[in-house]
């Protein structure tokens, strides 16, 4: 069965510093892979995602993740974090023969002035 | 366009009670799932429609639990009778195909008592 694996629950960062929340998964075939964030009082927002083809994605808002298979990882990351980016973090699978998804336990990040 | 919107946003009921959450997809989606978040786990995946059949059921917890989606447009879970454990956010989010990205409303905050 897939699982999704998120390193730290919380991550704090100050502003301008490297954002890296991490994700790891297990699955035998290569999935598909997704990050969502969630803003207060809000539904979750789509990020990014991999499907196939070239392994580094960019999403919305300057966030980037790279899948590495060797490494069963899709690590989220941003250069420089923003006030704005705090909010709760998803990394999510879905297998080639269904489409629902398949959450990690979420990363908030908090981002210090 | 609207978003995917969920009635209520909130519900405190007792133990034994019954509640109905309903959900309305985007226009034009065909598929709708449910994903329920239990006291700060992860997010899991309950069932899939695509139109008015359900294509993936196998997140119902128990038969307590029972959604309907007549006529391919909102779809409603019902609780019948509710139990401590149900207590959690229940996220509907539709997409227009199955491959494509699943758009998600903010969420049903239930509270049993």
């Known amino acids: 069965a897939q699982s999704v694996t998120q390193l730290g629950s919380h991550v704090s960062v100050s502003e301008g510093a490297l954002v890296l929340l991490r994700c790891n998964y297990s699955s035998s075939v290569p999935p598909y892979l997704f990050w969502y964030v969630q803003y207060p009082n809000q539904g979750l927002q789509l990020l990014l995602k991999y499907t196939t083809g070239a392994t580094l994605v960019k999403g919305i808002n300057g966030f980037e993740a790279e899948f590495k298979k060797s490494e069963t990882s899709f690590h989220l990351t941003k250069p420089s974090a923003h006030m704005s980016d705090a909010a709760e973090y998803f990394c999510a699978v879905s297998s080639r023969s269904s489409y629902k998804l398949i959450f990690g336990s979420g990363t908030r990040l908090l981002v210090r002035p | 366009e609207a978003g995917v919107t969920q009635f209520p946003s909130h519900s405190v009921i007792e133990k034994g009670q019954t509640v109905t959450l309903r959900c309305d997809p985007i226009?034009?989606?065909?598929?709708l799932y449910w994903y329920r978040r239990v006291m700060g786990k992860e997010i899991k995946f309950l069932l899939h429609?695509?139109?008015?059949?359900?294509?993936?059921e196998s997140g119902m917890p128990n038969n307590r639990f029972l959604a309907e989606r007549t006529g391919g447009t909102y779809s409603t879970l019902k609780v019948q009778p509710a139990e401590l454990e149900d207590s959690g956010v229940y996220f509907c989010?539709?997409?227009?195909?199955?491959?494509?990205?699943?758009?998600f409303g903010p969420g049903t905050r239930l509270t049993v008592l």
């Open positions: 226009s034009g989606h065909d598929n």
């Open positions: 429609f695509v139109k008015e059949s359900k294509q993936d």
């Open positions: 989010a539709s997409s227009r195909s199955g491959r494509d990205e699943q758009f």
